[in-house]
């Protein structure tokens, strides 16, 4: 990609809505475009300043932040590869995985250090992960773990494979392997809680998605997952308890979408009725799942 097609993309990106839905969506929209901004020896210096800040969120997980300040840096500095490697992990870490590769496919052109070549290869392996069948993405994975046995998010993606091919003792070896390289304590506990769904094991994964709230409270994903586990098990009380009506109308509207796959048509409906009922916001898709379920 070109530098000038880069710097579109990433005008585009930040100067949209920061939430992820929206921002998924914006990145098809047209584009705006960011034009460098001439630098002073000040410039210089606030450069440097917003890069160690945007270092510092990265490491402490605030990855919503250091994505706005690693594109501080790049308006700055464009070639700025450090600022660069960060915006795409950061990227990657927030599922954008359309500007992470964006953003990787422009550094596989550029001259790099053998500490900026390690994270590349790491984020580039990732990214293609993200993107690409099963069959591609796991020979890529496992190469790139061959070059970077300590990669802790390496072995987490690997594991991520071995679920949806239900290898389920091969996922929990590489996620046992992610969190001794010091894998987050709150994802570990997710992955596991997600490797759990889908065995249908339900009060074990909420146990577990539960723990990854606890470590974690920012993350919504964590407490969606907690209850979704209680509504698959039938314990629609702890499911839905304390809960907005708006968040309550989500979490039934996505289990009463994943009964229908499932062939447990009669939860289906029960979800689908209460997401009508308890948030109008979810009408549209819900309705459109239940009339799915009169042909069933």
């Not at 969120?57 to 464009?78: C, G, H, I, M, N």
């Not at 009463?256 to 796959?261: N, Q, T, Y």
């Not at 939860?267 to 689908?272: D, F, I, S, V, Y």
Request: glycine content about 4%; aromatic content about 10%; charged content about 20%.
């Amino acid at each position: 990609m070109k530098r000038a097609t880069l710097i579109t993309l990433l005008g585009l990106f930040f100067l949209t809505t920061p939430s992820y839905a929206l921002a998924k969506d914006t990145l098809n929209a047209q584009a705006i475009s960011v034009r460098p901004i001439a630098r002073s020896s000040t410039d210089l210096f606030d450069v440097l300043s917003q890069f160690i800040k945007a270092e510092q969120a990265f490491k402490a997980a605030e990855y919503s932040q250091s994505l706005t300040l690693y594109r501080t840096v790049l308006l700055y500095d464009p070639d700025h590869i450090q600022a660069l490697l960060g915006l795409g992990h950061s990227a990657l870490e927030l599922g954008y995985t359309d500007l992470a590769a964006d953003i990787f496919e422009t550094l596989s052109s550029k001259t790099l250090s053998p500490n900026e070549t390690r994270a590349f290869a790491i984020g580039q392996s990732l990214s293609r992960h993200a993107q690409r069948a099963e069959s591609d993405s796991i020979a890529g994975l496992k190469a790139a773990i061959e070059s970077y046995p300590d990669a802790p998010r390496l072995w987490a993606a690997l594991g991520d494979i071995h679920v949806a091919a239900k290898d389920y003792s091969s996922a929990a070896f590489a996620y046992n392997k992610a969190r001794a390289l010091g894998y987050s304590g709150a994802k570990y506990a997710y992955k596991f809680g997600l490797m759990n769904l889908a065995q249908q094991k339900y009060i074990i994964a909420s146990t577990q998605f539960k723990t990854a709230a606890r470590l974690d409270p920012d993350e919504l994903a964590y407490d969606s997952h907690y209850r979704l586990a209680h509504l698959l098990s039938g314990d629609y009380i702890r499911a839905l308890e304390h809960m907005p009506a708006e968040r309550a109308g989500q979490i039934l509207a996505q289990t009463g979408r994943m009964a229908i796959k499932r062939g447990e048509y009669d939860l289906a409906r029960l979800c689908l009725k209460k997401a009508l009922e308890v948030s109008p916001r979810y009408y549209v898709q819900a309705a459109q799942d239940l009339a799915v379920l009169q042909t069933r």
